[in-house]
């Protein structure tokens, strides 16, 4: 390890999430390699249970690993699509939530769990973000739910917003800079367990 970095290894199958988070962990002496692979997600009711057992398949990694387990949650369809939310977009897009949502609270949030590893230790970290679905997808950037989330205060999508404006205040940007901040002080590498 060189003096002031820290190496971390991110496992994800999905390279908008490396790319926002390399991005977000560079400021805390974070140098991020991606490992481009699909870990086994159990069917869970929580994004945490899901993070866990990513980070549970995780094999013959050396160093720090790193997953996360997201999701959009919409409470007034009762928290759905949550932890189905890659599933039901590959398999259905956006129109049947946006059909279903012409009549109901477009309110949602994205929530992130994030999971480090090291050895035998783990650590987890949790970001979300508040926003609203906004009537049809608009925007090309991001990649997933982005053109059709507009986060409070907004008025754009995700998906319309560059990069660093989307990390400043999104779900994996609150969760990663935690874990950041934990990296980037060692003295507390040895006080928190997850
Ligand atoms: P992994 O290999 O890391 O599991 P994945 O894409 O399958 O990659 P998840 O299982 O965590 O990731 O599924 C989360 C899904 O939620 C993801 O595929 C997107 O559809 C959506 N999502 C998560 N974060 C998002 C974001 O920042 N913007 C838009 N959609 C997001």
Same mark, same amino acid.
């Given at each position: ?13 999905? %390279? !908008? ?42 094999? !013959?990694?050396? !160093?720090?690993?790193?997953? =996360? +387990?997201?999701?959009?949650?919409? &409470? ?19 129109? %049947?939530?946006? =059909? ?5 609270? *477009? ?14 230790? *783990?650590?987890?970290?949790?970001? =979300? ?7 049809? &997808?608009?925007?090309?950037? !991001?990649?997933?739910? +982005? %053109? ?47």
């Amino acid at each position: 390890m060189r003096a002031g970095v820290t190496d971390v290894t991110f496992v994800t199958s999905n %390279p !908008g999430k490396f790319r926002e988070a390399r991005a977000v962990l560079r400021p805390y002496g974070v140098e991020l390699a991606w490992r481009r692979r699909s870990l086994p997600e159990p069917q869970a009711d929580s994004l945490a249970e899901v993070a866990r057992a990513k980070i549970d398949g995780v094999r !013959g990694l050396a !160093g720090y690993v790193l997953v =996360e +387990d997201s999701g959009l949650f919409i &409470p007034s369809l009762n928290g759905f699509p949550g932890v189905y939310s890659a599933h039901f977009l590959t398999t259905w897009g956006f129109g %049947p939530v946006l =059909e279903l949502l012409r009549h109901r609270d *477009r309110r949602a949030y994205f929530r992130t769990v994030a999971a480090l590893g090291r050895n035998d230790r *783990r650590w987890t970290f949790v970001g =979300e973000v508040r926003g609203t679905i906004a009537p049809r &997808p608009r925007g090309r950037n !991001g990649f997933g739910y +982005d %053109p059709i989330f507009v986060p409070e205060g907004w008025e754009r999508t995700f998906a319309e917003a560059p990069a660093e404006a989307k990390n400043r205040i999104s779900h994996r940007a609150r969760a990663l800079r935690k874990a950041g901040r934990f990296l980037a002080h060692p003295s507390r590498r040895t006080s928190r367990r997850g």
